[in-house]
């Protein structure tokens, strides 16, 4: 019974010391003072819980505008999944961002994003930047005399869409009406791709994908971040399909083959003339769709 307490305290002092411990370490490496105002918040998992309530609740802004008025207006320091990071706020700070990309500021994604994003054998290269870039033909693909030819198809989708999902509804919530129908869209012009059963199918992993970045990284069966994984998989063996029947298409149809945003994926080179392989393909289809299910989704809903 003696050695039983005896453990027990020493198991308790361990419990009070680790924490102690680990928080003198944290705040010593993290006392830069060339750094912003702001707070790394606890170790390890820095303010995600609070970042993830306030997006659970329908305004991640609130996360934001808070640091802003308690720090500053400009630009305060937090911690993100696992990640240290400064949030530069306000026209001066986005006019600064998007006009010093590739000189004072480069383009980033974070190692859980990655994770969950990208093809597990690509998932090591693509932590290097210059392995995680855009297809460099997407600027000329989404050029204003590239997209008129789609104009069309973007208008009789909408129109369909609203007959379908909004007139028959009292309410209509517009940001989940716009992620589903940008994402088919999005299948529509980036792989010709229009048979909305098949569409719905990844609609709802991609749903249960994108859940995953807020989570904990904890790869255990039950959890957010493990059912992301397991959603990726399914996904990325989707897009293998598709992408091994575009090939095909192309060997045998040659220019009959449909020529969108996939055809110019497999016919594209690296910059030092190696061919991509299907799975950079399908990281780089899937980083697509993401945009398209979130970025343009809140543009449609604010329009």
């Known amino acids: 019974m003696d050695l039983f307490f005896s453990d027990l305290l020493y198991l308790i002092l361990f419990s009070i010391s680790l924490p102690i411990v680990m928080l003198i370490i944290y705040s010593r490496k993290s ?37 802003m008025n308690k720090y500053s ?3 305060f320091k937090t911690s993100l999944l696992e990640a240290n990071m400064a949030v530069i706020c306000g026209a001066s700070g986005n006019k600064f ?39 460099t033909f997407l600027p000329q693909f989404l050029k204003p005399e590239s997209l008129q030819h789609y104009i069309a198809v973007m208008d009789s989708m909408a129109g369909e869409h609203i007959k379908i999902y909004w007139s028959p509804r009292g309410e209509v919530k517009v940001f989940p009406m716009a992620k589903k129908y940008s994402f088919t869209l999005a299948f529509r012009v980036f792989m010709s791709i229009a048979d909305p059963r098949y569409v719905e199918m990844i609609y709802h992993p991609f749903q249960i994908l994108t859940q995953g970045f807020l989570s904990v990284p904890i790869d255990i069966p039950g959890t957010a971040f493990n059912r992301a994984l397991k959603a990726s998989k399914f996904i990325h063996g989707e897009l293998l399909e598709i992408i091994r029947k575009r090939k095909m298409e192309l060997e045998q149809k040659g220019e009959s083959a449909p020529r969108d945003l996939l055809s ?34 809140s543009v449609i809903t604010f329009m």
């Open 97 to 135: 961002l998007f006009s010093n990309e590739d000189k004072l500021v480069v383009s980033w994604w974070q190692r859980l994003m990655k994770k969950i994003l990208c093809f597990p054998s690509v998932f090591d290269e693509t932590l290097v930047r210059d392995n995680f870039k855009p297809p």
């Open 73 to 75: 207006p400009q630009v």
């Open 264 to 297: 110019h994926m497999l016919s594209s080179l690296h910059e030092n003339g190696d061919v991509k392989s299907e799975m950079e393909i399908s990281t780089q289809v899937s980083c697509l769709l993401f945009a398209t299910h979130h970025t343009a989704s």
């Open 31 to 67: 006392s830069n003072p060339n750094l912003p105002p702001g707070t790394l918040g606890w170790p390890v998992i820095g303010e995600t819980l609070e970042f993830a309530l306030a997006c659970q609740r329908g305004n991640p802004a609130k996360f934001v505008k808070d640091r």
